[in-house]
Nanobody
Framework: EVQLVESGGGFVQAGGSLTLSCAAS????????IGWFRQAPEKEREGVSC????????YYADSVKGRFTISSDDAKNTVYLQMNDLKPEDTANYYC????????????????WGLGTLVSVSS
């Protein structure tokens, strides 16, 4: 089955850290861009970060630059999002998505979405 599975979300206090994982099964990331998106209640979806195996491009939203780091373990077919110095405004459901043959960033045309993982940051 072709799917993306996120994990690693949780509840942390402001200033804490979490690492999200996006594991692919049924396909490899070789020619894909993997993006992390988030959506908080009553807010629009926001592109947070992206890594493209297609051209090596990397993207971070201004709101997370210097705090979040995206990385990839090709052997595990998994992309990670290390989130440091978390703030209450980072609270959201975080989703990863894959788009074939894409550079970063991208905001449409996703080929596959995961079901999401919840990150909740208390002040």
């Amino acid at each position: 089955e072709v799917q993306l599975v996120e994990s690693g979300g949780g509840f942390v206090q402001a200033g804490g850290s979490l690492t999200l994982s996006c594991a692919a099964s049924g396909f490899t990331f070789d020619d894909y861009a993997i993006g992390w998106f988030r959506q908080a209640p009553e807010k629009e979806r926001e592109g947070v970060s992206c890594y493209s195996r297609s051209d090596g491009s990397i993207y971070y939203a201004d709101s997370v630059k210097g705090r979040f780091t995206i990385s990839s373990d090709d052997a595990k077919n998994t992309v990670y999002l290390q989130m440091n110095d978390l703030k209450p405004e980072d609270t959201a459901n975080y989703y990863c998505a894959a788009r074939s043959g894409s550079s970063c960033p991208y905001y449409y045309g996703m080929d596959l979405w995961g079901l999401g993982t919840l990150v909740s940051v208390s002040s």
